[in-house]
């Protein structure tokens, strides 16, 4: 080796570190790009789960803590003795973006003092909106011809019971009425006797069993 193909302590190459290879590189970046985008996602989906979980629970949750809830229908002086009278509640159910949606209907009926019945607008049948009669005394349903007395009470046509009825009472000269639980069959049962009942063990009650029983010869056990 001559002189000047001798190399300099200062172009000795130094021990680095060992060089990522190409392949190696796009690897790394490939897992950076996966990590980024399972943050991406799940930020994401975290962002839709929030209404999506309160649309679903918030009923709910809000039912829960309004269905006991009271409502004030307004002064007794609104409901003159002897009359049935429309009367509009907001539900304690609904949310503020539900609209004319959340305002329920009801008739009032002031029998004397504070001897009050509240009906349900909602025909006993399938549920059409009955309407008050002042001059026949009757309500009537426009959908199959249900009509209702005026104390709620089944007059003829399709529907096999009464109106529903709120529970009510008067506090400090108001009428109030429980609106967090629409009155049906489910909650009225609750509290009454079953609308049709088979005494078994009753001689009426073992003939109405008997006529209930399959006629085919089939049939026969
Ligand atoms: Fe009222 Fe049918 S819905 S009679």
């Given at each position: 080796?001559?002189k000047?193909?001798?190399?300099?302590?200062?172009?000795?190459?130094?021990?680095?570190?060992?060089?990522?290879?190409?392949k190696?590189?796009?690897?790394?970046?490939?897992?950076?790009?996966?990590?980024?985008?399972?943050?991406?996602?799940?930020?994401?989906?975290?962002?839709?789960?929030?209404?999506?979980?309160?649309y679903?629970?918030?009923?709910?949750?809000?039912?829960?803590?309004?269905?006991?809830?009271?409502?004030?229908?307004?002064?007794l002086?609104?409901?003159?003795e002897?009359?049935?009278r429309?009367?509009?509640?907001r539900?304690?159910?609904?949310?503020?973006w539900?609209?004319?949606t959340?305002?329920?209907?009801?008739?009032?009926?002031?029998?004397?003092?504070s001897d009050?019945?509240?009906?349900?607008?909602?025909?006993a049948?399938?549920?059409?909106?009955?309407?008050?009669f002042s001059?026949?005394?009757l309500?009537?349903?426009?959908?199959h011809?249900?009509a209702?007395?005026?104390?709620?009470?089944?007059?003829?046509?399709p529907?096999?019971?009464?109106?529903?009825e709120?529970d009510?009472?008067?506090?400090?000269?108001?009428l109030?009425?429980s609106?967090g639980?629409?009155?049906?069959?489910?909650?009225?049962?609750?509290?009454?006797?079953?609308l049709?009942?088979?005494?078994?063990?009753?001689?009426?009650?073992?003939?109405a069993?008997?006529?209930l029983?399959?006629?085919?010869?089939?049939?026969?056990?």
């Amino acid at each position: 080796m001559t002189k000047s193909e001798q190399i300099s302590p200062s172009d000795q190459a130094t021990p680095t570190e060992p060089v990522a290879s190409p392949k190696s590189a796009g690897h790394s970046r490939r897992v950076f790009l996966f990590k980024i985008s399972m943050l991406v996602n799940g930020a994401v989906g975290a962002f839709l789960a929030v209404p999506i979980f309160g649309y679903l629970l918030g009923p709910a949750l809000k039912k829960s803590s309004s269905e006991n809830s009271w409502i004030n229908l307004g002064p007794l002086s609104d409901f003159p003795e002897g009359e049935t009278r429309l009367v509009n509640f907001r539900n304690p159910v609904t949310t503020e973006w539900d609209g004319q949606t959340g305002d329920i209907p009801c008739w009032v009926r002031r029998v004397s003092g504070s001897d009050f019945q509240v009906f349900a607008i909602n025909c006993a049948h399938l549920g059409c909106p009955v309407r008050w009669f002042s001059q026949s005394k009757l309500f009537l349903c426009p959908c199959h011809g249900g009509a209702y007395y005026a104390d709620g009470s089944r007059a003829s046509g399709p529907p096999e019971r009464g109106l529903f009825e709120y529970d009510h009472k008067v506090v400090n000269g108001r009428l109030v009425i429980s609106a967090g639980k629409m009155p049906t069959l489910a909650t009225q049962a609750q509290t009454e006797a079953p609308l049709t009942q088979i005494e078994g063990t009753s001689p009426a009650g073992l003939a109405a069993v008997e006529q209930l029983k399959p006629r085919c010869s089939s049939c026969q056990g």
